[in-house]
Nanobody, 121 residues
Framework: QVQLVDSGGGLVQAGGSLRLSCAAS????????MGWYRQVPGKQRERVAA???????NYADSVKGRFTISRDNAKNTVYLQMNSLKPEDTAVYYC???????????????WGQGTQVTVSS
């Protein structure tokens, strides 16, 4: 009943920029934290950035000063603006949302399908 669709990945040269988007749809009472994670084959998925419902943000040290996470609550959408991209940023990026479907229901994590970001040197 809840779906996250992320998009915006692509191939870019080092130093370039990309903007990822992720929209949540379905039965949603409230979205709490939202975030972006990335994963490279053979490695654990790591959190890149997170944003609370009130707009507070946290970033991985590796992306501070280069990436910016934001959200539009009216659109149930989270964004990740990625600037000054480096080859080591290459990964599949997944959006995440902590969602309560109904009042009294538990909060659950939902994930997007992933979007590939490739940064060439």
């Amino acid at each position: 009943q809840v779906q996250l669709v992320d998009s915006g990945g692509g191939l870019v040269q080092a130093g370039g920029s990309l903007r990822l988007s992720c929209a949540a749809s379905g039965t949603i009472f409230r979205i709490n934290d939202m975030g972006w994670y990335r994963q490279v084959p053979g490695k654990q998925r790591e959190r890149v950035a997170a944003i609370t419902s009130g707009g507070g943000t946290n970033y991985a040290d590796s992306v501070k000063g280069r990436f910016t996470i934001s959200r539009d609550n009216a659109k149930n959408t989270v964004y990740l603006q990625m600037n000054s991209l480096k080859p080591e940023d290459t990964a599949v990026y997944y959006c995440n949302a902590d969602i309560r479907m109904y009042i009294g229901s538990p909060r659950r994590d939902y994930w997007g399908q992933g979007t590939q970001v490739t940064v060439s040197s």
